[in-house]
């Protein structure tokens, strides 16, 4: 069995991992949404950010 230091060690990296793709999905709709030439990949674009940066985290 893997010791506790080395299990935090592989969870840090699967966090950073995590939140590094999160980060670039969240840049690459901000920039879709910025510009997107038709008026509605803009809005879809919106859409998603607004999902995505919602920080609901279960209230409902």
Known sequence: MPSFPALTHVT???SGVA???Y???IA???LVALLARTAPRRRAAR???TILLRGNHGSE
């Open 19 to 21: 939140l590094l793709l």
């Open 12 to 14: 840090s990296i699967i």
């Open 28 to 30: 690459i709709a901000a």
């Open 47 to 49: 859409r998603v950010l």
């Open 23 to 25: 980060t670039t999905i």
